[in-house]
């Protein structure tokens, strides 16, 4: 074997009996002062704005004149629940929730359904290795936002995609072909990813499982779905919860490659960052990223607590 | 040994097919970017497979001071090397003490670290941006650096917490029986068999912090300060509706070139980085 990868295992043996004999009174503390600069930091920098982003959706800018005194009006108000209230209401929010949810769908079941198929043709491969490895890290290698420009150009209406499919299409512009083409962006640069993690997890199985279900009869198709599957499964449902939470929030790819106000395609994030960097109405984007978070956290809920994706790997401690 | 007939027919070149098939799906797109930048403006629509004649024209353009595209640049390297370090130290100890000791709550920190990645970028921004456009920094390093400690952080402790968990447990315990105190355990014995796993988080966490991109696009609005991929995204051609995309190609080359090299040259340890680190 030319590499030796580890991976989210399944779950085999605990770690053989931690070595915890020696174990001082001065360890907690020594953990305490180790571990408490990550946590200073992320409380100022995730913390802090995920509490005051909460704050300022109870708010609103103040607008117009004042009615007594005939001046401008300055600062902000209280309007409580109005924020949220006001976009359960409104066609744009409700277009950006539905495209955050629709985009996450389509490109994460067919991200695994690519994934999987490449780690199961890289997993039977002998040669060249090396450079397949080299250039499934390319698409993950590319910063998004290039990525984004890329696939701009290619779908341009006289570009590289409409002269392949011999179409006219509008990809860019609105409507579903924006939808797909992002789509398809987002699918070329985290499949190979994916791809990476599956294969990771198949070269952890032992060709001796392979051997048994070989003598026992088995074919191809049923292998697959009884044993490969079952396996890499935890690497997999990691995978994909990384991978749905990262979607759900996706900003550079419409951003970029489409443009903000572009209602098909415009997702939750694009909408918010319009709303708070561009016009400055922190109340209602505060809101939004208020909602999306909640949004985000009962799926990675789900995730955990119903599918339960072992996100930190806590039953592989100690493996060699 | 089972040979099959069925071994020696397509199962034999069907690999090999799905190999190749796989290499143009992941080459292909970059491929045509590096060939789109290399195209003449005026046969930039060609849909040749080879730029012909070749020209440098896109890539003057991209360099042209006037863009700031260079400064970019600079700026990118500034940003993400900066993060990358700053991250890198706070999460080696942190990852550390997650790995290698013994204290209640170990679980549970290290599940809150890796959830802090989870949460969407946009609920960090808008606060942060309102309270940096206070406190002036808006348009500067640290108010594009700190906020991306958000993400390299966890990443960090991430990845160093499975390589640390890697190590056998008897070195810390040879070296208590020499006398080494936990604290002179990780110094002196711990963190030099550690460092190609640093190494490798310190390359996977700068690709991470150069790829970054709604932070900087938030906190920057003065070209002197932008990162590249901000300035490449907001390249304009002659008029508004002109979009440079030859230029933009280039640019996309020269941002993406380096990572190409760093893949190429560790692409063992950034694969096995990223799969022992879980995802991301």
């Given at each position: 074997?030319?590499?030796?990868?580890?991976?989210?295992?399944?779950?085999?043996?605990?770690?053989?009996?931690?070595?915890?004999?020696?174990?001082?009174r001065?360890?907690?503390?020594?953990?305490?002062?180790?571990?408490?600069?990550?946590?200073?930091?992320?409380?100022l920098?995730?913390?802090?704005?995920?509490?005051?982003?909460?704050?300022?959706?109870?708010?609103?800018?103040?607008?117009?004149?004042?009615?007594?005194?005939?001046?401008v009006?300055?600062?902000?108000?209280?309007?409580g629940?109005?924020?949220?209230?006001?976009?359960?209401?409104?066609?744009?929010?409700?277009?950006?929730?539905?495209?955050?949810?629709?985009?996450?769908?389509?490109?994460?079941?067919?991200?695994?359904?690519?994934?999987?198929?490449?780690?199961?043709?890289?997993?039977?491969?002998?040669a060249?290795?090396?450079?397949?490895?080299?250039?499934?890290?390319?698409?993950?290698?590319?910063?998004?936002?290039?990525?984004?420009?890329?696939?701009?150009?290619?779908?341009?209406?006289?570009?590289?995609?409409?002269?392949?499919?011999?179409?006219?299409?509008?990809?860019?512009?609105?409507?579903?072909?924006?939808?797909?083409?992002?789509?398809?962006?987002?699918t070329?640069?985290?499949?190979p990813?994916?791809?990476?993690?599956?294969?990771?997890?198949?070269?952890?199985?032992p060709?001796?499982?392979?051997?048994?279900?070989?003598?026992?009869?088995?074919?191809?198709?049923?292998?697959f779905?009884?044993?490969?599957?079952?396996l890499?499964?935890?690497?997999?449902?990691v995978?994909?919860?990384?991978?749905?939470?990262?979607?759900?929030?996706?900003?550079?790819?419409?951003?970029?490659?489409?443009?903000?106000?572009?209602?098909?395609?415009?997702?939750?994030?694009?909408?918010a960052?319009?709303e708070?960097?561009?016009?400055?109405?922190f109340?209602?984007?505060a809101?939004?990223?208020?909602i999306?978070?909640?949004?985000?956290?009962?799926v990675?809920?789900?995730?955990?607590?119903?599918?339960?994706?072992d996100?930190?790997?806590s039953?592989?401690?100690?493996?060699? | 040994?089972?040979?099959t007939?069925?071994?020696?027919?397509?199962?034999?070149?069907?690999?090999?097919?799905?190999?190749?098939?796989?290499?143009?799906?992941?080459?292909?797109?970059?491929?045509?970017?590096?060939?789109?930048?290399?195209?003449?403006?005026?046969?930039?629509?060609?849909?040749?497979?080879?730029?012909?004649?070749?020209?440098?024209?896109?890539?003057?353009?991209?360099?042209?001071?006037?863009?700031?595209?260079?400064?970019?640049?600079?700026?990118?390297?500034?940003v993400a090397?900066?993060?990358?370090?700053?991250?890198?130290?706070?999460?080696?100890?942190?990852?550390?003490?997650?790995?290698?000791?013994?204290?209640?709550?170990?679980?549970?920190?290290?599940?809150?670290?890796?959830?802090?990645?989870?949460?969407?970028?946009i609920?960090?921004?808008?606060?942060?941006?309102?309270?940096?456009?206070?406190?002036?920094?808006?348009?500067?390093?640290?108010?594009?650096?700190v906020?991306?400690?958000?993400?390299?952080?966890?990443?960090?402790?991430?990845?160093?917490?499975?390589?640390?968990?890697?190590?056998p447990?008897?070195?810390e315990?040879?070296?208590?029986?020499?006398?080494?105190?936990?604290?002179?355990?990780?110094r002196?014995?711990?963190?030099?068999?550690?460092a190609?796993?640093?190494?490798?988080?310190?390359?996977?966490?700068?690709?991470?912090?150069?790829?970054e991109?709604?932070?900087?696009?938030?906190?920057?609005?003065?070209?002197?300060?932008m990162?590249?991929?901000?300035?490449?995204?907001?390249?304009?051609?002659?008029?508004?509706?002109?979009?440079?995309?030859?230029?933009?190609?280039?640019?996309?080359?020269?941002?993406?070139?380096?990572l190409?090299?760093?893949?190429?040259?560790?692409?063992?340890?950034i694969?096995?980085?990223?799969?022992?680190?879980?995802?991301?």
């Open positions: 074997m030319a590499t030796t990868v580890t991976v989210p295992a399944p779950p085999v043996a605990a770690p053989p009996g931690e070595p915890r004999r020696g174990r001082r001065g360890v907690g503390r020594l953990a305490v002062l180790l571990v408490s600069p990550t946590f200073l930091v992320l409380t920098v995730v913390g802090y704005p995920l509490i005051d982003a909460l704050r300022l959706s109870f708010f609103q800018k103040n607008s117009g004149v004042d009615p007594t005194t005939g001046m009006q300055e600062g902000e108000k209280f309007v629940l109005g924020n949220f209230t006001d976009l359960f209401g409104s066609d744009q929010f409700l277009h950006a929730l539905r495209n955050t949810t629709t985009l996450t769908i389509a490109s994460v079941t067919i991200e695994v359904v690519v994934g999987v198929a490449m780690a199961l043709i890289m997993n039977k491969a002998f060249g290795r090396g450079l397949i490895r080299a250039s499934i890290l390319v698409p993950w290698a590319i910063p998004t936002a290039i990525s984004a420009l890329l696939w701009r150009w290619i779908f341009q209406t006289d570009g590289a995609a409409n002269a392949l499919l011999g179409t006219d299409t509008l990809w860019t512009t609105e409507g579903i072909p924006a939808w797909i083409a992002i789509v398809l962006a987002d070329w640069k985290t499949a990813f994916i791809g990476l993690l599956v294969l990771a997890g198949l070269q952890i199985i060709a001796e499982v392979y051997e048994a279900a070989k003598v026992d009869g088995a074919n191809a198709w049923s292998t779905w009884r044993i490969t599957l079952p890499v499964k935890p690497a997999l449902i995978a994909v919860l990384f991978r749905l939470l990262d979607v759900l929030r996706m900003f550079d790819l419409p951003y970029v490659m489409i443009g903000p106000g572009k209602q098909p395609v415009e997702t939750v994030s694009v909408l960052f319009q708070a960097i561009q016009f400055t109405r109340g209602p984007a809101a939004m990223s208020t999306l978070f909640l949004y985000i956290a009962v990675a809920f789900v995730f955990v607590k119903v599918l339960g994706a996100v930190i790997g039953r592989v401690g100690g493996k060699r | 040994m089972t040979t007939t069925a071994e020696r027919g397509p199962r034999r070149w069907l690999p090999h097919l799905g190999i190749a098939v796989i290499m143009v799906y992941c080459l292909a797109p970059f491929y045509w970017m590096v060939v789109s930048s290399l195209r003449r403006s005026n046969d930039l629509f060609d849909n040749t497979l080879l730029p012909s004649p070749l020209s440098t024209e896109n890539y003057q353009a991209a360099l042209d001071p006037q863009n700031k595209f260079l400064q970019g640049v600079l700026n990118s390297l500034i090397s900066t993060t990358t370090v700053v991250g890198l130290v706070i999460a080696l100890f942190t990852a550390y003490a997650l790995a290698r000791l013994d204290f209640r709550f170990k679980n549970a920190a290290l599940a809150i670290i890796i959830a802090t990645s989870m949460f969407p970028g609920s960090m921004i808008i606060p942060l941006f309102k309270l940096f456009s206070q406190i002036g920094w808006l348009n500067s390093y640290q108010g594009m650096i906020p991306s400690l958000s993400f390299v952080l966890p990443l960090a402790v991430w990845n160093l917490t499975s390589f640390f968990r890697q190590m447990y008897e070195l315990e040879a070296a208590q029986i020499d006398g080494c105190s936990p604290g002179q355990a990780f002196k014995v711990i963190l030099p068999l550690a190609p796993g640093v190494f490798t988080t310190a390359i996977i966490t700068f690709i991470a912090a150069w790829n991109y709604i932070i900087a696009r938030s906190m920057v609005n003065d070209p002197a300060y990162t590249a991929p901000v300035v490449a995204s907001m390249f304009t051609g002659s008029t508004q509706y002109d979009q440079p995309f030859g230029t933009q190609m280039a640019a996309g080359v020269i941002v993406t070139i380096p190409v090299i760093m893949v190429l040259l560790f692409q063992r340890r694969v096995a980085g990223l799969t022992a680190g879980g995802v991301k």
